[in-house]
């Protein structure tokens, strides 16, 4: 493959397609021609002894490229890490052999370890289109995994990527599955365990179909992509950290799936289960705490779904060697006051702080299971972890290791501030008897949460609050006006957000 005829100078295009490497040619270029690719072609792309496998979109004019060259996206050329003007050889990868297996799981076919340790390690390779992706995730969707079979694909989601290894013991975490909006106890968890002197070190995800996830959250207050020397220089000094799991090489397949899930709107049971245990056993975790919010528009909608997840992550929590505890918590409506990144850390530092109007339903999530961890961990006794976690809390300890940690991740600052708000109001008079979780969430979306840090929604309303016409029910905040108006069009169509009884007369 020396010859000019499989070979053409990169060039990158400053085009952000996230995780996926795509590759830009000419539709008259003379490797198009020579290979026979079409658009949506894997190329596999040399520069000197560094390899990649992109999929190939078709310019049909040639504003943005000359025939000789190729376009590489930001994916593609991080990965690739070439110069500009260097000539690439192009050409057909080798067959995806793993993707027999895919279709073999389609069809129902239970699949032993070596396949999926197979179509993990192709995956992480970047041998997968985005097509083939889809067809995996959905594979593996709708109970279709047993829990064999999720052992496996955690194993091989751990063992395709790096490991970290700590000198003391416990090591312990949280985690949340997700689904109910604001439910950011994870940073008031690690203040409070890490004040007492236990390791924990968290990595935490982008949203998926949320308007935030942790890490989201967190880099409104501090940088969250730290390599792996950076993670083990703040657990050092602080005993925890809270990163993003992406940034590091910690089951890497997690964070590639996890991008399509957020692109189908689907996160299946037995793929939650392998994301979230392959990332505990991968940062090094020993003991590990699962909240499980259990409501009708939750993540986990009924008690019989709590029940499969529950036996999944803990019994293959047990195969892998992790002491995993799972708590169900009440998922009917959200927790705190903030929806979206910047809001919810107003909430989190509120409550750390001590502020006069802190969210109870934050704080009291988060003792909860900062207590259960403390318990589990043997720092202390049964029944003696809601005492001291409060003890923590209350002295203003937890606050300042959360500043500490932040300072030690690279600097603290203040959430910033949306620029546009607009605060709905209540038309009747009623008690407020149910929330809808994915409502919610879809009008912070709309407001430009997690993607605008400052935007998402505040919630003025719980459960059970007794209303008066006029009364603020959400205050929606985004960075655009546009963005503003998607949200509140979407508000004035869907009247069931909050379903209110009315007051007799």
């Not at 501090?222 to 792996?228: A, N, Q, S």
């Not at 979780?437 to 919630?459: F, R, W, Y």
Request: charged share 25%.
């Amino acid at each position: 493959m020396n010859d000019n005829t499989h070979t053409l100078r990169i060039k990158r295009m400053g085009i952000d397609t996230y995780q996926e490497a795509v590759v830009y040619m000419l539709s008259g270029c003379h490797v198009c021609s020579s290979e026979g690719f079409r658009a949506q072609s894997r190329v596999r792309i040399r520069v000197n002894k560094k390899s990649i496998i992109a999929t190939l979109n078709i310019l049909n004019n040639s504003s943005f490229l000359s025939p000789d060259e190729a376009g590489l996206s930001e994916s593609a050329w991080n990965l690739l890490e070439a110069e500009e003007g260097e000539i690439a050889q192009l050409s057909h990868p080798d067959p995806v052999d793993s993707m027999n297996y895919v279709r073999s799981k389609v069809y129902g076919e239970r699949l032993p370890r070596s396949e999926f340790y197979e179509i993990i390690d192709d995956i992480v390779k970047g041998k997968y289109t985005d097509i083939h992706l889809s067809s995996f995730i959905t594979a593996c969707a709708n109970d279709s995994l047993n829990i064999e079979e999720i052992e496996f694909l955690t194993e091989a989601m751990i063992d395709a990527g790096d490991k970290l290894q700590w000198h003391t013991s416990p090591v312990v975490d949280k985690h949340c599955v997700g689904g109910l909006p604001g439910n950011r106890t994870t940073p008031i968890v690690v203040s409070i365990v890490t004040s007492c002197g236990l390791t924990m070190p968290k990595t935490s995800s982008r949203s998926i179909t949320s308007p935030a996830g942790t890490a989201d959250m967190m880099e409104t207050i501090t940088p969250v992509e730290l390599g792996l020397n950076d993670i083990r220089r703040v657990v050092e000094k602080e005993c925890g950290c809270i990163v993003w799991g992406g940034s590091v090489n910690l089951s890497p397949a997690d964070d590639i799936l996890i991008r399509v899930e957020r692109a189908l709107d689907l996160d299946s049971e037995g793929q939650l289960i392998a994301s979230v245990l392959s990332k505990k056993k991968a940062a090094g975790s020993t003991h590990v705490i699962l909240d499980i919010p259990v409501g009708p528009t939750a993540k986990v909608s009924s008690e019989s779904m709590a029940h499969k997840i529950i036996y999944g992550l803990e019994e293959v929590g047990r195969r892998l060697g992790l002491h995993v505890k799972t708590v169900v918590t009440d998922g009917t409506q959200p927790v705190g006051r903030g929806i979206g990144p910047a809001l919810e850390a107003r909430d989190v530092l509120s409550v750390l702080s001590g502020e006069k109007d802190y969210p109870r339903d934050l704080r009291e999530r988060s003792v909860e299971l900062a207590a259960k961890l403390l318990e589990m961990s043997g720092y202390v006794k049964d029944g003696e972890g809601r005492g001291k976690a409060l003890e923590i809390i209350d002295s203003g300890k937890a606050y300042n290791k959360l500043i500490a940690i932040c300072e030690a991740q690279g600097g603290f600052r203040e959430p910033g501030n949306s620029v546009y708000q607009h605060t709905i109001e209540s038309d009747t008079k009623g008690t407020v008897i149910s929330i809808d979780n994915h409502m919610l969430a879809k009008v912070a979306k709309l407001a430009g949460a997690p993607s605008n840090k400052t935007a998402g929604i505040v919630l003025h309303v719980k459960k059970g609050d007794q209303l008066e016409k006029g009364q603020p029910m959400i205050t929606i905040h985004s960075e655009a006006s546009g963005t503003l108006e998607y949200a509140l069009e979407y508000v004035k169509k869907h009247k069931g957000i909050f379903k209110l009884q009315l007051d007799e007369w």
